[in-house]
């Protein structure tokens, strides 16, 4: 049986700020502070560098999962992240999006994320905290690291 995997989206697979340029200026002033509540922001997201690959290489080790916060006060923002994972990822991630914002109340034995909130601190496996610890500064680093982790002991 394969280890259980969870990949946060925002700036995990997806290069959240890369939608800026793409976002009017008024816009962006109007949501100045609560950009993740613009709508339709979630849909013109790039990926991050090497994350899509890395995803699928993943995907074939573990049992891979997509776990991701999305706002409440942004009425596009869960089918934006659904649309960003059909055209980025395709059957490779076919109905593995879980949308919460209790992270911790998944299962598993890793989770890849940024940041530390709506529960990824309190998750029950290990945290890999993609650019936020030396170790992991980029995809390369996080999958040079799971790979060796994915035999079952």
């Known amino acids: ?23 009017s200026a008024e816009l962006l002033a109007e949501y100045c502070g609560r950009e993740d509540e613009i709508p339709g922001i979630f849909g013109k ?41 059909k055209h980025h990822l395709g059957q490779t991630a076919h109905k593995r999006l879980i949308l919460t914002h209790n992270k911790h109340l998944n299962h598993g034995h890793f989770l890849i994320d940024d940041r530390l909130k709506n529960g990824a601190d309190r998750f029950t496996g290990e945290l890999v905290h993609f650019r936020g610890d030396d170790r992991f500064p980029d995809w390369p680093s996080v999958v040079a690291y799971l790979e060796p982790l994915a ?3």
Do not use: C, G, H, Q
Request: aromatic residues 16%; without cysteine; negative net charge.
């Open 1 to 23: 049986m394969k280890k259980i995997l969870y990949v946060d989206m925002d700036n995990v697979l997806v290069d959240f700020p890369s939608a800026f340029p793409l976002i």
């Open 45 to 85: 997201m790039a990926p991050f560098p090497y994350a899509i690959e890395s995803y699928e290489k993943l995907a074939t080790l573990f049992d891979t999962y997509i776990l991701s916060t999305s706002p409440w006060e942004n009425r596009t923002a869960w089918s934006d992240k659904l649309d960003w994972v």
């Open 151 to 153: 035999i079952e002991n």
